[in-house]
């Protein structure tokens, strides 16, 4: 039989170059609608400011959302300018840290071949692809959580104050990042592995106290600006009702989604190991039930920091799915533990794994075919090149014969993935957000109009238009300002939908549309947006008209 070394080591060279491909060119494209654009929208506004510890967007008191995105954000754009890539640098480099973290706490519980499948499973996920693109406050979230796994994971080794002090910096950040859901995650996961370890010597270590008192005084910039903007209230909201307020009812937010929504979306958030994922869970929980079995066990707090908190989320009055993500890393681990294990004892499931790394790479070639032959027709015959070459690379890799199960069973999903996120964000993403008509306004304006020119955009919401025409963009619900800048002999553009003409215009307003730009929201894909042929039914148009008076009274 041939050895499988050789294939083995290409195929770890080739994966990460790969992912990091993948991931550096999703930099480049526009940030979507809501979320991404308004945080960058809001770093660009901190960075203009001289006030970095009170927070707006479009000149309105902001409280949402921690800082660190803010910040992180608005330092990039001051060294690198006000860029797509920009905005999202700073999230990329924390999850590859947090990538490189979670490797290291895998390989102090358990051994190389571990560590390097739970950095494979984290990183070649399609949530990651999802969340690498689509920046918002979990990814820096993410990152230092997976950072603090690691310091912790170290300090109960060692007990050494180098990493409890680390672990102090990383959860302050992760505080910053997006609140205490952070704290709770990990700390869920230690309280539950030191009561079944009965390590009582650990649970009353004097380090506690420091780490306690780390955090605070980290975090002492944050609140203090919290309370010198808001008050009392302002701290209360972060520290309480944000986070904990939509479990307990304190917050009135609420999407009304069912406890079964964060399992439905798990199922196909961590493709291509779902399945695997689910067997390892369902392995581990037999062991946690297990007296006998349950003290052997390495570490509980992998566990511990996954299904606590995904219990907790469940629970939450409001639900979107990226709030899930942050269990994701032990989840990672739990898959990772038991790849290992059938892997080294050839386990009666490894025809099984074989067979579905077959299904996830048809799929994927099947998906992607769709996407650049159907969805959006691609003449990048490059492109094309690329992708069947890697795809060969993936048949060749599981029919080989020197091909191990490392290879079937880990690498040939990793590069399955790889597969689809390279077609998403060299090809698909491009394409969709021609359809995000905010940005794509926003740049005709920043191009077209000049800096006293008034621009207006007419019962329309979205954060891009703003980012992109580099300017503030009143939106608005009563036309009255536009007839006021009209009688200052202001010119005056308008954005508007076609079922607005007729009101405008019987109030005195002559519209000279100068524009227009197709409409999706890009964010809810829908089989009519995806088929061309009925692509035109799912599109609103928005007009960009220049304005004047008509002798039409209002």
Not at 12 to 21: F, N
Not at 126 to 143: R, S
Not at 147 to 153: A, D, G, R, Y
Request: hydrophobic share 50%; glycine share 4%; net charge positive.
């Amino acid at each position: 039989m041939t050895n499988s070394g050789g294939l083995v080591l290409a195929l770890r060279y080739l994966l990460p170059l790969l992912a990091l491909v993948t991931l550096v060119f999703g930099l480049f494209t526009d940030s979507m609608d809501v979320d991404a654009t308004q945080y960058a929208l809001m770093s660009k506004e901190l960075l203009e400011s001289d006030n970095w510890l009170h927070f707006y967007c479009r000149g309105v008191p902001y409280l949402d959302k921690p800082p660190l995105i803010f910040w992180s954000t608005a330092l990039s754009y001051k060294i690198f300018g006000v860029t797509n890539w920009a905005y999202k640098l700073p999230s990329l480099l924390v999850m590859l840290l947090g990538t490189y973290g979670l490797y290291r706490a895998s390989k102090i519980w358990y051994n190389q071949r571990t560590a390097e499948i739970s950095a494979t499973v984290f990183t070649f996920s399609f949530w990651f692809i999802m969340i690498a693109q689509d920046v918002k406050t979990d990814n820096l979230l993410i990152g230092f959580s997976c950072l603090s796994f690691w310091s912790i994971s170290e300090w109960l080794n060692a007990r050494s104050l180098k990493w409890i002090l680390l672990t102090a910096v990383f959860q302050a950040f992760a505080l910053m990042a997006k609140g205490p859901i952070a704290t709770v995650s990990l700390f869920s996961g230690i309280g539950l592995h030191l009561m079944i370890k009965k390590d009582w010597k650990k649970i009353l270590d004097w380090h506690w106290l420091l780490l306690i008192a780390t955090i605070v005084l980290l975090l002492a910039p944050m609140t203090f600006g919290l309370y010198t903007q808001y008050g009392k209230e302002g701290v209360l909201f972060f520290y309480w009702t944000q986070s904990f307020g939509r479990i307990t009812g304190a917050s009135s937010w609420s999407n009304e989604l069912g406890p079964d929504f964060f399992i439905h979306t798990t199922l196909w958030a961590f493709l291509p190991w779902t399945p695997i994922a689910v067997i390892a869970l369902l392995k581990s929980l037999s062991v946690f039930f297990s007296t006998e079995k349950r003290s052997r066990q390495s570490e509980w707090l992998t566990v511990g920091s996954f299904l606590l908190p995904f219990i907790a989320l469940s629970t939450s009055r409001f639900k979107l799915p990226h709030y899930i993500f942050i269990t994701y890393p032990y989840l990672s681990i739990i898959t990772a533990i038991y790849l290992d294990k059938i892997i080294k004892h050839r386990l009666k499931m490894s025809r099984l794994w074989s067979l579905w790394s077959v299904v996830i790479l048809v799929v994927v070639a099947l998906l992607v075919t769709v996407i650049l032959t159907v969805v959006f027709p691609c003449k990048n015959y490059l492109l094309f090149t690329l992708l069947s070459g890697l795809l060969f690379i993936g048949i060749i890799s599981l029919y080989h014969s020197g091909s191990n199960s490392t290879i079937k069973w880990v690498m040939v999903p990793a590069l399955a993935i790889t597969i689809l996120g390279l077609t998403l964000n060299f090809h698909f993403y491009p394409n969709l957000l021609d359809f995000q008509s905010g940005s794509v306004a926003g740049r005709w304006i920043k191009e077209h109009c000049q800096p006293d020119h008034s621009v207006f955009g007419y019962r329309l919401f979205g954060y891009s238009l703003d980012l992109y025409a580099n300017r503030r963009v009143e939106q608005i619900e009563d036309i009255k300002p536009v007839i006021k800048d009209l009688k200052l002999n202001k010119r005056v553009f308008l954005l508007l939908k076609n079922e607005d003409f007729e009101i405008l215009r019987n109030q005195g307003i002559n519209l000279n549309i100068q524009t227009n730009f197709p409409s999706f929201h890009i964010s809810l894909l829908t089989p009519d947006f995806l088929n061309p042929t009925t692509r035109s039914k799912a599109l609103e148009t928005i007009y960009m008209a220049e304005v004047s008076l008509t002798n039409i009274k209002p």
